[in-house]
């Protein structure tokens, strides 16, 4: 394992607990005798905040041999329990038809803070085919139950009009509310294809269709659905839903569509709205990344008024009071050298950020300036609900206490740091390529506010996993919490959760592999501010150290200026000498 380190001071190494191991037959197998074990790569966990995680992964015979299928399990206090595999009865389900094809069906299961997991399987048996056989299925401390089925009748629609085959193997799934939400077509009830499409929610109460294709919402004018997008669902932690929807007509554009989980759905923002800067007007609307209290959070273009090519692709939170940019292509790229500037935000060209329920949004982007290349000019950042930005990660800067000159690689992978998640204390896990030299290796790293940037686990590093044995880990990987790969998740798929809680897979030797968990605990010290106490952009600088003595003393800060408040370190004292110590200390590379 290698060392947890921050800039100034060694940290703890967490503790790693193993969940589960290929080829296992006690405590960390399937728990389905001794002649079954995992086999091969597991499927990531994901976990909540409560620590217990959902994992799904082969089974195999003990000694080689045929697959055994495969299946999804609950992990919590008890350990691992079995809740559903290969040959199944199905519930509910007339005539009788058992599960199959987990492995085929779908890409993770989810699991909420009540420990309830959902996940996509298919049907084998009598009278099964190709246009009834995929499901969807929510277990409940043990309780299984389908809910959703192809060929079911599509609620609020038409007699006759029954989900087809088409349905898309994506679904929200939230942390706390433990709400299911989908996209699915129809056919069939005379419904024609301009109508057929729609968003239900199918989980806990009885299922209800929140917005159907065609339709015609508060906020759009006179503007009919077109066809809805499955990769622009996302849905929050509470239940409410973001969308991006096109629209039926020609030349109509697009909009981000809000529905809060009681509610009437409502048209946010359209696309060709003239509400950008300096007049201009949006002209293309990417998909929401987050939904949170406090927002909608999408990637907008604009085109038009004082907008040039430089600066015309932005991140933004939309709310009650209308859209606000959070980050625009050419601002200031803070943490890097004076002069740079962020790149292209366009949804095609940089990976959408995260966002949590406490106003932070955590982003990854190329920056452009003087000295910068595709290998150092990468850059991960933290913006909280004030707009202050914290640099994370940058590419091609050597990390201390690793092997000698082991940089964050952004040349084989656009733009390095990946699968990003955010917690609502502001912890922030992802995965990165690691260059020594020229190996190269993923790792997980998770910052915190007050601790810093902590290694987690890289390929390379040894395991000592619960069975006894240590494995050497040839690659490692966690399940964020962007949509993409079948699933777009507000809390239910991913490797973080409140209270510090990681998942993460490691694969060994000889296809082998294991889920495996830790934890950090959230910081609860004070969070410094910006070491730009004059604002100037300049840092790190002595005239900000010299504009916090003349305010500390109760002078003015330097012409043209505007200087922070002096409780630099926020923990409601001032004036405090531990203000000024704690600026000397982060001015110095140190924590807060």
């Known amino acids: 394992m290698f060392a947890v380190a921050t800039a100034s001071a060694c940290v703890a190494q967490p503790v790693i607990e193993t969940v589960a191991l290929s080829g296992n037959t006690g405590a960390f197998g399937p728990q389905l005798g001794p002649s079954i074990v995992f086999e091969g790569r597991f499927l990531i966990g994901s976990i909540n905040s409560n620590g217990a995680l959902a994992v799904a992964a082969g089974l195999g015979p003990a000694a080689g041999g045929p697959s055994n299928g495969s299946g999804v399990w609950h992990y919590g206090a008890s350990g691992l329990r079995l809740i559903a595999r290969d040959g199944?009865?199905?519930?509910?389900?007339?005539?009788?038809?058992?599960?199959?094809?987990?492995?085929i069906a779908f890409n993770r299961?989810?699991?909420n803070d009540a420990g309830q997991v959902a996940f996509q399987s298919q049907l084998a048996g009598i009278a099964i085919d190709a246009s009834n056989r995929d499901v969807l299925c929510v277990?409940?401390?043990?309780?299984?139950?389908?809910?959703?089925?192809?060929?079911?009748?599509?609620?609020?629609?038409?007699?006759?009009?029954?989900?087809?085959?088409?349905?898309?193997r994506r679904f929200g799934f939230s942390a706390s509310a433990g709400t299911v939400s989908l996209i699915a077509s129809t056919s069939g009830g005379g419904v024609p294809t301009t109508s057929n499409s729609g968003l239900w929610t199918m989980f806990p109460s009885q299922p209800t269709q929140l917005v159907r294709e065609g339709a015609i919402l508060p906020g759009a004018g006179t503007r009919p659905l077109g066809t809805l997008e499955t990769e622009a669902l996302s849905i929050s932690d509470t239940g409410d839903i973001g969308l991006r929807v096109s629209f039926a007509e020609n030349n109509q554009g697009s909009g981000l569509v809000y529905i809060p989980r009681s509610g009437v759905p409502s048209v946010v923002l359209l696309s060709q709205a003239t509400s950008g800067p300096g007049g201009?007007?949006?002209?293309?609307?990417?998909?929401?990344?987050?939904?949170?209290?406090v927002g909608l959070y999408s990637q907008v273009d604009y085109t038009g008024g004082s907008v040039q090519t430089s600066n015309n692709t932005a991140l933004i939170r939309v709310d009650s009071t209308g859209p606000t940019i959070l980050t625009r292509e050419g601002d200031t790229a803070t943490g890097f050298p004076q002069g740079s500037t962020l790149g292209d935000l366009s949804e095609a060209l940089a990976p959408i950020g995260v966002a949590n329920n406490i106003g932070s949004m955590v982003f990854t982007n190329r920056v452009n300036g003087p000295g910068l290349s595709i290998s150092n000019n990468s850059g991960l950042w933290i913006q909280n609900a004030s707009g202050e930005i914290t640099l994370i990660a940058r590419s091609g800067v050597v990390l201390p206490e690793l092997p000698a000159g082991s940089i964050f690689d952004s040349v084989t992978s656009f733009p390095g740091f990946l699968n990003l998640v955010v917690n609502d204390q502001d912890q922030v896990l992802f995965a990165?390529?690691?260059?020594?030299?020229?190996?190269?290796?993923?790792?997980?790293?998770?910052?915190?506010?007050?601790?810093?940037?902590?290694?987690?686990?890289?390929?390379?590093d040894s395991i000592a996993c619960g069975d006894g044995i240590t494995r050497l880990a040839t690659s490692v990987g966690v399940v964020s919490g962007i949509g993409g790969d079948g699933l777009d998740i507000g809390g239910g798929s991913r490797s973080l959760a409140d209270g510090g809680w990681i998942s993460f897979r490691a694969g060994f030797a000889s296809q082998q592999g294991g889920v495996f968990r830790t934890r950090v605990v959230p910081s609860t010290s004070p969070t410094c501010d910006s070491i730009d106490f004059n604002n100037d952009s300049l840092f790190p600088a002595d005239e900000d150290l010299v504009d916090l003595l003349s305010v500390l003393a109760g002078g003015p800060c330097s012409p043209n200026n505007t200087c922070n408040d002096i409780d630099f370190n926020n923990d409601g004292l001032f004036p405090d000498d531990n203000d000024l110590i704690a600026f000397l200390r982060v001015l110095a590379g140190g924590n807060c």
Do not use: C, E, H
């Not at 199944?88 to 094809?101: D, E, F, K, M, N």
């Not at 260059?435 to 940037?453: A, P, Y």
């Open 139 to 168: 277990d409940s401390n043990g309780l299984l139950s389908i809910v959703f089925r192809t060929a079911d009748q599509a609620p609020n629609m038409p007699l006759g009009a029954n989900f087809n085959v088409a349905a898309q």
């Open 88 to 103: 199944a009865p199905a519930p509910g389900i007339s005539p009788a038809a058992t599960l199959a094809g987990f492995g």
């Open 280 to 293: 201009a007007r949006y002209s293309g609307l990417g998909r929401p990344f987050a939904v949170t209290p």
């Open 109 to 111: 299961p989810s699991i």
């Open 432 to 460: 990165a390529n690691l260059r020594t030299g020229s190996s190269l290796v993923s790792s997980i790293w998770l910052w915190d506010r007050t601790q810093g940037l902590l290694p987690i686990v890289k390929a390379g």
